[in-house]
């Protein structure tokens, strides 16, 4: 395995290696915890729509302002935490229920920064990476609108 860069952010079509990414942060001797989130395409209930059951997601990134966005986060998490290592991976494409969608990876020498910056990471990632996701049920689609209760879990790190 080739060494990661300790602070690393990826848009990529392709699925993801959830233990090679958690491994790569934490071997250095340093690190004394390690916070990985991983976000899938979850499948509806059978009733939760009343509607077609949803087939995938379709995720759209403008490439390099998504990148950069997110890396803007990661610094600032830096800045908050006393970070060894993060890791920001998301996929865009056509991503089918059970599949990755998201993955967030954070080292730090104590458990609760690495807690804190992966929760950091991921409510900034809801809300203001630039990414429009689509749901497909059936022949339909719908872009699916920002939720209230994501701004709600980020402003509380403002």
């Not at 690190?31 to 209930?45: E, I, K, N, Q, Y």
């Not at 600032?76 to 865009?92: C, M, N, S």
């Not at 929760?119 to 809300?127: G, P, S």
Request: with cysteine; charged share 25%; aromatic share 8%.
């Amino acid at each position: 395995m080739t060494a990661a860069q300790p602070f690393s952010v990826a848009i990529q079509a392709e699925p993801f290696d959830t233990a090679a990414e958690i491994a790569a942060l934490s071997g250095t001797g340093e690190v004394g915890a390690v916070v990985s989130f991983t976000g899938l395409c979850r499948a509806d209930p059978p009733d939760a729509t009343g509607g077609a059951p949803l087939t995938a997601l379709v995720l759209e990134h403008y490439p390099g302002m998504a990148e950069d966005e997110i890396a803007r986060h990661v610094e600032e998490a830096r800045t908050r935490w006393p970070l060894q290592g993060a890791r920001v991976i998301h996929r865009f494409g056509r991503i089918v229920p059970g599949e990755q969608i998201v993955l967030v990876v954070t080292a730090s020498a104590h458990r609760e920064a690495a807690f804190n910056a992966a929760a950091f990471l991921m409510d900034w990632l809801k809300t203001d990476a630039p990414f429009w996701k689509k749901e497909e049920r059936g022949v339909a689609g719908d872009w699916v609108a920002a939720k209230a209760s994501d701004d709600m879990a980020a402003a509380r790190w403002k």
